[in-house]
């Protein structure tokens, strides 16, 4: 995937994801809503059943009841709505001094049914406003991303410009310090100070721009080695080995160097004091292993903008995952003991 294609891509899932915050809070808002208003609709029902019976009770002009006269049940009190499993029913004192009661009840079917109404009804209203709710979601995650989306549109593009700028005075620098006496220290210094600006000039470049990738042919020790020699220099302290064979690689030459550069970065970087950095070929294999004071969350570590510590931007593993998907090349990593290792299938 492009870089370009990945920005978008990352674009679309925050708007999705803003999008589908903004709309469970209306939607659950909407369900609470609606759903105390469905109780208060089935109590108001009740209600008026009720006293729709108890006026029944007095005048018998309704056909929508019918009664019965039977025993009063101890438990069960006058004139207030009882519930069973055929009917809604309220008992009426016959004359006074009588153990029997008046029985007027209302079959729970046809109740059922004016209940299923008023859901169906409440339902289309839920509904309806859920669609405006979605409507109203998408245009207020636009809204919301609109500025960020168009800041980072312009640190990008100032990005761009100011990499685009810093090539010619690095280029300047290093031919010039090729001319000096390469033996001061000062000099050695200010040129090593000058390859690793150039390197994560490299670096952004290689992340920032979509490139055509074009297939040459050259030994795997000659990016091993070259890369080796610069951070070696800088991380002298390390143990280093470097074991492998000159396996001939037919690949982007420039993009691979790039993706051996940053597995060296991120294992020097966050190694121990004493640690080690061992390299060696198995088959087709490449493997970089590196001590390390171990990785919190290693699913992470190839996503973009994570890092563990303060160290960094969090793009250099970021940029080895996107020229490994861009090459064809497949990547493993394994953690063991807190020893880091990253192999790359060569084939």
Not at 37 to 65: A, I, V
Not at 139 to 147: G, H, Q, R, T
Not at 168 to 197: F, G, R
Not at 246 to 253: N, Q, V
């Amino acid at each position: 995937m492009s870089e370009e294609s990945a920005i978008k891509y990352s674009e679309k899932e925050s708007l999705l994801k803003s999008f589908l915050l903004f709309f469970v809070v209306i939607e659950l808002f909407l369900s609470f809503i609606f759903y105390n208003f469905y109780k208060l609709e089935e109590e108001h029902l009740s209600g008026q059943l009720f006293l729709e019976m108890k006026n029944y009770s007095f005048f018998f002009d309704d056909d929508r009841f019918d009664i019965d006269i039977v025993p009063k049940e101890k438990k069960s009190e006058f004139y207030e709505l009882h519930f069973e499993k055929e009917n809604l029913y309220i008992l009426v004192p016959l004359a006074e001094g009588k153990e029997d009661a008046l029985k007027i009840f209302y079959p729970q079917s046809n109740y059922q049914a004016l209940l299923d109404s008023l859901l169906n009804g409440i339902l289309k209203q839920f509904f309806f406003l859920s669609f405006i709710a979605l409507i109203i979601s998408l245009v207020f995650s636009f809204y919301a991303l609109s500025p960020m989306r168009n800041a980072f549109i312009l640190l990008e593009e100032f990005i761009r410009d100011i990499i685009h700028d810093l090539n010619t005075p690095i280029t300047a620098i290093l031919i010039n310090l090729k001319m000096m006496d390469a033996k001061s220290e000062e000099v050695q210094s200010i040129s090593q100070s000058a390859k690793t600006i150039s390197m994560l000039h490299k670096n952004l470049d290689s992340y920032l721009k979509e490139k055509q990738f074009k297939k040459e042919k050259f030994t795997l020790d000659e990016v091993i080695d070259e890369q080796v020699a610069f951070f070696s220099s800088m991380y002298d302290y390390l143990d280093w080995k470097v074991d492998i064979t000159p396996i001939m690689i037919e690949s982007d030459k420039h993009a691979f160097s790039r993706i051996i550069y940053n597995l060296l970065s991120n294992a020097c970087k966050y190694n121990t004091s004493h640690g080690f950095i061992h390299i060696k070929t198995e088959g087709n294999l490449l493997h970089i292993s590196n001590d390390s004071y171990g990785i919190k969350k290693p699913d992470k570590i190839f996503e973009r903008f994570y890092k563990e510590s303060d160290r960094g931007v969090g793009i250099g593993l970021h940029i080895v995952e996107k020229l490994c998907a861009e090459l064809d090349i497949e990547k493993k990593l394994e953690i063991k003991d807190n020893i880091v290792t990253v192999s790359l299938s060569l084939s």
